[in-house]
């Protein structure tokens, strides 16, 4: 019996021994597939990544662009907007200005005519005094001469 359970222990230490390297075998084997699927799955993940990235950088980009083109064409706009309200007072002003130029101009001939109606009506004056004298004088000439 001796022989036997030394028989048997030997033969459970072999066990013990092959299963011992074949589950340290197996244990290394799926530490190396735990290492792949994981260096798999980090590698896919970096992808998606940067493909996720790319997208959001794309999307930034159209975003930026739309509001860039938003905002010219609200700037453009604006500038014919103010381009539009300067020629309408640009205008308005003209118009004043001419209706005031009109009037100043009539009111410059009128005070023309006035003075110059005025001057005339004085060289009429001077011309019948002068008349006067003429013909006064010249009676009494002949009538100092007779």
Excluded: C, P, Y
């Amino acid at each position: 019996m001796k022989r036997l359970r030394r028989s048997f222990r030997e033969e459970a230490q072999e066990i013990k021994d092959h299963l011992g390297g074949e589950l340290e075998t197996t244990g290394q084997e799926v530490q190396s597939l735990v290492r792949e699927e994981a260096q798999d799955i980090k590698d896919q993940l970096g992808e998606e990544l940067k493909t996720t990235s790319q997208d959001v950088q794309g999307l930034v980009r159209e975003e930026a662009q739309d509001i860039k083109d938003q905002l010219q064409g609200e700037l453009k706009t604006t500038s014919q907007d103010v381009q539009n309200l300067v020629r309408e007072e640009a205008q308005d002003i003209k118009d004043q200005l001419e209706g005031e130029l009109q009037t100043t101009s009539q009111d410059v001939q009128n005070l023309v005519r006035e003075e110059a109606q005025d001057i005339k009506d004085q060289l009429g004056e001077m011309h019948q005094s002068i008349d006067k004298l003429s013909s006064s004088t010249g009676t009494s000439q002949a009538a100092g001469g007779e």
